[in-house]
């Protein structure tokens, strides 16, 4: 039973992936007036560099990518999603986020084995926005875990059951906010996509790759984006107990990503840093602050 | 034979006979090298003994009345000493062969020898003249190691002395504070009185020997000797000061704030979240030093100053989780001294390999080795794997216990500083992972080749010890909880596989699994579909064009100089406390110093005359 919830959540986690960036390229091109490619779109493009022939650069070339995709299968099985809870019970916050880091981890070995110096600097600019926007995303969630004396995603969806009113977005608006900003960064969305950036440094860690290696990265950049959406409508919107109506959510959240990043200009790599230790780091400690002044028996 | 007697017998038999290693170095190095690894793993041995044995009546004699060299065995020091002396066997192999890039190869082990005495001294001391003598012990035989290696060390083993002199007054100075008022130093006797001393006293106690602890441990504002000393040390050496020496600081505030109860000491002191104010004081040492140790290892050119730097970023975490003294705090502090002592080693030896090789540790010199030093560099990639808290790693057990503590107990600045340095430890445990061995390979690196076996075994038991810990924390959370219940804390409740904590529990062997499946599924997605080809470093994307600089030298093709600029260019001009001490109290220490000397050695008697004048006329004023 659990090996087939396994498979359901995994083929969820990519299928739904994959669809969620479909969805994103339509969305610009119309944001744009375009006419854009059809939804389904990013399954083809990842059927046909699975088929085509690949360089590789190395052991850890090949190694970090592996790396990159089991990391986030494997965050993904401590994701519930609706009613699909795999290994949701020890689906520990702090384990989440920091299995994701093996992932990006990997990736980033992965890339600067290429020997290509855009990969590096790529990986230099992800690991410096990385340092801007998960201080915020981390001080918000905190100041929840002090609130609900429990880290697990489960448990904080499972509070917020019982009307519209009791979702942690009202309860906790600010930290709500926060989070969804950081949430950009972790999908590399604009304006945190200085890592790629594809007209300055050559798409940055994606630079060397071809074949089943980018297939295998376009497979985890749609799972991560799943996973870093699934915790927000688990924590924020209350998770959901359909499947369907959880999946209506996680869509609904990256189409107003979608929406709100296809008009912003993209940051440069230090004001990724200056900007969210200025504005969201402040609303985060004030978050956080409330969340604990009110919590305290 | 008494267990204690073990203890003081290794320690003393030792130091009696490193005159004689030091014969031996003469003769052959290797054999020194091997017979104190030897040593060291007997005296593991003999520890391993002891474990379950604790606070037997210690053997002791006396040196005034009532004060003794004695040694006892309670859990924190049984697991402090058992961890220095397996870190210090996996050196002692290393140096069997790494000896031969040591200037002064018999001096080196002489004084390993002593450190190797002065370890089970100073962890197992039964009262605090002990400590304090092989605190010393070790300042001094550390002061010559660290001055060997170059020109340049020479400066840095003298800040490290002059640091470590003035830790070591403090200590002595509440030692003759102790001593006045109970009439004894032994370290169970003083638990037991010191709640009914008055708590400006106590007060007074704690802060000296934060001083002196801070110091040692290398923790803000004190951390200033670090960057000079693990830089410029031996880098064999620089493994035992960062790996354990540093350790020595975090036993003395793990007495501070543990084995003397400091929650009851300062039970009416005024509280912040429920926290004594001294304590919540320390914490938050602990977790500028956090801050500090991540922004200043992200912006070092040199990979041994960037590890130096993260060593004051984990000895802040250490300082900061002692202080806490919760169930959870105290289980993590502790598991991150084994998380560090193994991460240092582990990191330091890979660069000390590194250097063995290739003759540098400064990043943008080097590049590519990967290929060419697998094994070293697995053994940095699985330390830096736990330096930076990533599951499976053991470095992400200590940190998980830690969060544990600093958001149930609500401390938005502690849970803030953990964050960061967590965060900013990606940054710098990244740079020379790509820069040393990733990147273009220079030209004159092209024939560089693996470090011989025996440099590789230390390495290799490194890594697999941080594996498995990271997989079954529970074996080296079992003497931790036993620590925890021995000096009344609650402990820690953990099962084989699993860990219980304030906000939920992970299941480390679980994870571990997942992550495997995860990536035993990737890599059959992977090797289904088509073979890729094999290409060279060189055959790179260029947008069209290939400069024909680049095939010439490689090196210029290498992201590595100021990796991380936009982000040193924001705190550019921060200010530094290694300037202000050097200026303002190292100058100003020198201006006295050449005071006092123009009064001994100056030729011109007049002076005497002056002076003895005016103080009769003071006196006759005076009387």
Avoid at chain 2, 71 to 95: D, H, K, R
Wanted: hydrophobic share 55%.
């Amino acid at each position: 039973m659990k090996i087939l919830e396994s498979a359901a959540v995994i083929i969820t986690g990519i299928v739904f992936g994959l669809f969620l960036l479909g969805v994103q390229r339509k969305l610009v091109a119309r944001v744009q007036r375009r006419y854009g490619p059809p939804i389904w779109q990013q399954f083809i493009d990842v059927a046909k560099l699975f088929s085509k022939s690949s360089i590789s650069h190395g052991f850890v070339f090949d190694m970090g990518v592996m790396m990159a995709l089991g990391g986030t299968i494997a965050t993904l099985l401590f994701v519930p999603i609706g009613k699909l809870q795999v290994l949701s019970m020890s689906g520990d916050f702090i384990v989440v986020v920091y299995l994701m880091a093996v992932a990006s981890l990997g990736m980033a070995m992965s890339a600067v084995n290429s020997g290509n110096p855009n990969a590096s600097i790529g990986v230099m600019r992800a690991l410096t926005q990385m340092f801007g926007y998960e201080l915020p995303y981390l001080m918000v969630m905190m100041g929840m875990m002090f609130a609900y004396r429990t880290s697990s995603i489960l448990g904080m969806a499972q509070v917020q059951q019982g009307g519209i009113l009791n979702w942690n977005l009202f309860r906790v608006p600010i930290g709500a906010i926060v989070v969804f900003i950081s949430m950009f960064g972790i999908s590399g969305k604009k304006p945190f996509d200085t890592p790629i950036a594809p007209a300055e440094i050559a798409s940055g860690p994606m630079v060397e790759y071809s074949g089943k290696f980018l297939g295998s990265l376009t497979l985890m950049h749609a799972l991560v984006i799943f996973v870093d959406i699934s915790i927000f409508v688990n924590v924020f919107l209350g998770g959901a107990s359909n499947y369907w109506f959880f999946l209506l959510k996680v869509l609904a959240v990256f189409s107003l990503m979608v929406l709100i990043s296809s008009v912003i200009p993209r940051f440069r790599v230090e004001q990724v840093v200056t900007f969210s230790w200025k504005w969201p780091l402040f609303f985060a400690v004030i978050q956080s602050v409330i969340l604990v002044a009110m919590g305290v028996r | 034979m008494c267990p204690f007697g073990t203890i003081s017998s290794f320690s003393f038999s030792l130091l009696i006979i490193s005159p004689l290693i030091y014969l031996l170095a003469r003769f052959d190095r290797r054999w020194a090298s091997a017979f104190l690894a030897l040593a060291s793993g007997l005296g593991l041995y003999k520890l391993a003994t002891m474990y379950g044995e604790w606070g037997l009546p210690s053997q002791s004699f006396e040196i005034i009345p009532n004060v003794t060299i004695s040694f006892t065995n309670s859990p924190i020091q049984w697991y402090f000493a058992f961890i220095g002396l397996g870190i210090m066997l996996t050196i002692f192999l290393f140096e069997i062969s790494w000896l031969s890039k040591s200037r002064t190869p018999s001096a080196h082990i002489f004084f390993e020898a002593v450190i190797l005495a002065s370890l089970p001294g100073f962890f197992m001391a039964g009262d605090l003249m002990t400590l304090y003598i092989f605190f010393e012990l070790m300042s001094w035989a550390a002061f010559f190691i660290v001055s060997q290696a170059s020109e340049k060390s020479e400066k840095a083993a003298r800040t490290f002395i002059a640091m470590n002199t003035t830790g070591a007054m403090a200590l002595l100075y509440v030692l003759f504070l102790l001593y006045t008022r109970f009439s004894t130093l032994n370290i169970e006797e003083l638990r037991t009185l010191l709640p009914s001393a008055g708590a400006g006293f106590n007060l007074i106690i704690f802060a000296l020997f934060v001083f002196s602890g801070l110091i040692k441990a290398g923790s803000f504002p004190l951390h200033t000797w670090l960057r000079k000393t693990h830089g410029n040390a031996p880098d064999s050496f620089s493994a035992v000061l960062s790996g354990y020496l540093i350790k020595y600081g975090s036993f003395v505030v793990a007495v501070t704030t543990v084995i003397f109860p400091s929650l009851l000491l300062f039970s009416n002191a005024p509280h912040f979240m429920g926290l004594p104010l001294p304590n919540y004081i320390l914490a938050v040492l602990g977790g500028v030093s956090i801050i500090v140790g991540t922004l200043m290892a992200i912006k070092q050119q040199d990979a041994k100053m960037l590890i130096a730097y993260s060593s004051v970023s984990h000895a802040g975490y250490i300082v900061m989780a002692l202080a806490m003294v919760s169930s959870y705090s105290v289980a993590g502090g502790l598991l991150h001294v084994l998380v560090h002592a193994l991460a240092a080693a582990g990191m330091f030896l890979s660069m000390a390999a590194v250097k063995y090789r290739t003759g540098t540790t400064n990043m943008s010199e080097l590049g590519g080795l990967v290929d060419r030093m697998p094994v070293t560099f697995a053994t940095y990639l699985i330390s830096i794997i736990s330096t930076a808290g990533i599951p499976p790693m053991v470095g992400f057990v200590s940190k998980w216990l830690i969060y544990q503590s600093t958001i149930t107990g609500g401390f938005i600045f502690l849970s803030f500083a953990a964050f960061f340095g967590s965060i900013g430890s990606f940054l710098y445990v990244f740079r020379p992972l790509a820069t040393v061995f990733f990147g273009q390979r220079p030209k004159r690196l092209e024939n560089v080749r693996e470090v011989p076996f025996i440099m590789q075994l230390p390495m290799i038991i490194i890594s697999a010890l941080t594996v498995i810990f990271g997989v079954l924390p529970s074996i080296a959370l079992k003497p931790i909880a036993e620590a925890e219940r021995y000096y009344g804390i609650k402990p820690v409740s953990f099962s084989f596989s699993e860990i219980r904590g304030a906000l939920g529990s992970w299941n480390s062997v679980l994870v571990f699994f997942v992550f495997m499946l995860g990536f035993i599924m990737a890599a059959v997605i992977f090797y289904l579909a088509r073979k890729s080809v094999r290409v060279g470093l060189l055959e790179n994307y260029t947008a069209g064009e290939i400069p024909r600089e680049i095939i010439n030298s490689p090196e210029l093709y290498h992201y590595a100089h100021n990796f991380y600029r936009p982000v040193e260019r924001l705190y550019e001009h921060h200010p530094s406390l290694e300037d202000f001490y050097e200026t303002a109290l190292g100058e100003n220490l020198k201006k006295f110093g050449v005071f006092l000397k123009t009064l001994f050695y100056n030729h011109r008697l007049d002076w005497y005359l002056y002076v003895s004048i005016l103080t009769i006329l003071f006196l006759w004023w005076l009387l």
